[in-house]
T-cell receptor
């Protein structure tokens, strides 16, 4: 079957660093997306990884290990506006995104 | 229009009524998608269209139908609404030119539907 596993909720302090983990099992694999979703809003694209390793984009970085079925999103210098849900979504062999329930990140001053 | 729009923003509907959710994109994307999002669950794909004139069933298609008469529009119809269809509905689109890197999906603002 296809399965995505992320923590339901995490709390971090403004200015700190947080790592959101995601493990996945899919029918085939064509890369993995991370999306950000603020409460009451639509998901917005953050990153895409298809090769193993770390992709850095400003304060956000995303890591992929295909052999382990594992990815993480690293957020540095946390700001209050980073309070949101973060969705992990691998792309399967049919080029369909398989969505996790998301991790709700709460930033405290 | 810039990007992808949905209408209505929200709707309260009596059970048994027919309802069409509208979705329009101006990015000339090939593929379009309809998802529903319920509390505690991931986005679930209802129907999709890889190109104008074609549609396919997703994970939860029962009770819903779609059409794709042209590139820009992808309406979702609930023939006879039931309370379990209460949800937030998102439309999305992607270039989908055959390369996974072009499969980034861009989402509309969503429609919040309540079926009583």
């Amino acid at each position: 079957g296809q399965n995505i596993d992320q923590p339901t909720e995490m709390t971090a302090t403004e200015g700190a660093i947080v790592q959101i983990n995601c493990t996945y099992q899919t029918s085939g694999f064509n890369g993995l997306f991370w999306y950000q979703q603020h409460a009451g809003e639509a998901p917005t694209f953050l990153s895409y990884n298809v090769l193993d390793g770390l992709e850095e984009k400003g304060r956000f970085s995303s890591f992929l290990s295909r052999s382990k079925g594992y990815s993480y999103l690293l957020l540095k210098e946390l700001q209050m506006k980073d309070s949101a849900s973060y969705l992990c979504a691998p792309l399967n062999s049919n080029y369909q995104l398989i969505w996790g329930a998301g991790t709700k990140l709460i930033i405290k001053p | 229009i810039a990007g992808i729009t949905q209408a209505p923003t929200s709707q309260i509907l009596a059970a048994g009524r027919r309802m069409t959710l509208r979705c329009t994109q101006d990015m000339r994307h090939n593929a379009m998608y309809w998802y529903r999002q319920d509390l505690g669950l991931g986005l679930r794909l209802i129907h999709y269209s890889n190109t104008a004139g074609t549609t396919g069933k997703g994970e939860v298609p029962d009770g819903y139908s779609v059409s794709r008469a042209n590139t820009d529009d992808f309406p979702l119809t609930l023939a006879s609404a039931v309370p379990s269809q209460t949800s937030v509905y998102f439309c999305a689109s992607s270039v989908a030119s055959g390369s996974a890197s072009t499969d980034t999906q861009y989402f509309g603002p969503g429609t919040r539907l309540t079926v009583l």
